[in-house]
């Protein structure tokens, strides 16, 4: 049942039916008919209904205005009956932050199933907001949704160039089908609660093979001179302690990343407990070669692995580098037991912190003015490209594919379709290729000098 007016705020109240749970009324300082819906299982509606009363006529507009009240509460029984909401206080927009507080209790320290890490919720909050310049920052109805306009978002995605509003087509599709499977869980998540009466559909775009979406790597020599002007850029002189630290830290990290193939979310989670000798390597073996082992919560995968690399010095040199003393006779990376927990790669004197996102980006952005246009040229080289430089170095040496997507914590077929590009341009392909070539072109130009060349010469000029 409704309050009763007090006689204050409400005015000229006028009930629709008997069961007194709606009425029709006017402000004390308005002479517009108000009206008043109590919503079951809702709460309560107080909207104007557009009918302007008159201050000497109590009667005047009134049928009206009792007529918008009757539409408006046959429209809540029909929703009703539809299992959906009829409440019409929240726009699109507004129920973003709800379901963004839902996404949110999903988070993680690490990947576990049904479950997502603070990195993928803050995509997920970029997803949203590209549905709000779709709209271009207008709120709608979702009474007034129009299905057939949302159908386009894919295509106003691959299309639309706005430098006001920092938009810009995706290079992949794929970018576009990530966005879409957070705003096609939004309007689920609408549709659960029973504000909308159907999930929309969109445009079909065809995702490019994982060949097209492969991460630009280095080739042999674009790594060496990356290598060594990085080596540079990391002993420079005029720089801060903290800026020198950082800087060196980092060329240790490049190292550890293109050789191990670990990723940079693993690396960033390492701790000096997670570093152990190898015992299965014979005495010249153990001096380069150790393990790490990957914990399931920094893995990107969610599961442990033990990943066996060639980087034992480049762990020594960050060692040294944040004046850690080795521990003589003890097991390596000669930690003293206190320090064994603290993260490998930290802040400036602040091992109880890992070295900040920050830094990670402003490096590489002075790395990337150093040896982008010199080197790179036209490739997008990021962090993650030291670790796909590693395994296609690897991929190019012959390594049998099951053991180094076991080490490297990725999928057999993974490393099929997106590492072994290299074959088509690998001399070892052209000499394939070219076999028995030479050949070839000694017996099909019919001479009268080869015409009657014995075998025995072909195979040896061949030879």
Request: with cysteine; aromatic share 10%; charged share 30%.
């Amino acid at each position: 049942m409704p309050r009763k007016g007090l006689g204050k705020w409400v005015k000229h109240q006028v009930y629709l039916d008997r069961q007194k749970d709606s009425y029709v009324y006017k402000r004390p300082a308005t002479n517009r008919w108000q009206y008043f819906l109590s919503i079951q299982g809702e709460g309560e509606e107080r909207k104007s209904t557009g009918i302007d009363g008159d201050p000497d006529d109590i009667e005047f507009g009134q049928q009206v205005a009792l007529d918008v009240l009757q539409e408006r509460k046959l429209e809540v029984k029909a929703r009703h009956q539809q299992g959906l909401k009829a409440r019409r206080v929240k726009k699109l927009f507004d129920f973003m932050d709800e379901f963004l507080e839902e996404e949110q209790k999903r988070v993680s320290s690490h990947n576990k199933r049904g479950m997502i890490v603070a990195e993928t919720f803050r995509i997920k909050k970029h997803h949203l907001s590209l549905l709000k310049k779709f709209y271009n920052g207008r709120s709608i109805k979702l009474e007034d949704l129009d299905y057939s306009k949302l159908h386009q978002y894919p295509v106003w995605r691959t299309t639309t160039t706005d430098k006001k509003r920092n938009l810009q087509p995706p290079q992949r599709n794929h970018t576009i089908l990530t966005e879409l499977t957070t705003i096609k869980a939004y309007f689920e998540y609408l549709l659960l609660k029973g504000y909308i009466s159907r999930e929309p559909t969109f445009q079909s775009i065809k995702r490019e093979s994982m060949k097209v979406n492969r991460r630009d790597f280095l080739s042999p020599t674009q790594y060496s001179q990356t290598i060594n002007t990085m080596r540079k850029w990391a002993n420079r002189i005029n720089a801060t302690p903290t800026m020198l630290y950082n800087s060196k830290l980092l060329y240790l990290a490049t190292l550890v990343m293109s050789n191990s193939c670990i990723r940079k979310g693993e690396f960033k989670g390492l701790r000096w407990s997670d570093l152990e000798d190898n015992p299965n390597l014979d005495k010249s073996d153990q001096k380069i070669g150790h393990l790490i082992r990957i914990r399931a919560e920094i893995s990107k995968t969610g599961e442990p692995r033990t990943v066996q690399t060639p980087t034992k010095q480049r762990f020594n040199e960050i060692r040294e580098l944040q004046g850690i003393k080795r521990v003589p006779k003890s097991p390596w990376p000669h930690i003293p037991p206190e320090l064994r927990n603290q993260y490998i790669l930290h802040k400036f004197n602040h091992p109880e912190q890992q070295l900040g996102q920050g830094t990670w980006n402003r490096s590489w952005k002075q790395i990337k003015e150093l040896c982008g246009e010199r080197y790179w040229g036209e490739k997008n080289i990021t962090w993650y490209s030291l670790r796909h430089t590693g395994i296609s170095f690897a991929v190019q040496r012959g390594v049998p594919i099951l053991q180094l997507a076991r080490n490297c914590g990725t999928g057999v077929r993974y490393i099929e379709q997106v590492y072994y590009h290299h074959e088509s341009e690998s001399k070892k392909n052209w000499d394939t290729l070219m076999q028995n070539r030479k050949f070839y072109q000694a017996v099909s130009k019919p001479t009268a000098k080869t015409m009657n060349l014995k075998m025995d010469k072909v195979l040896e000029e061949v030879e």
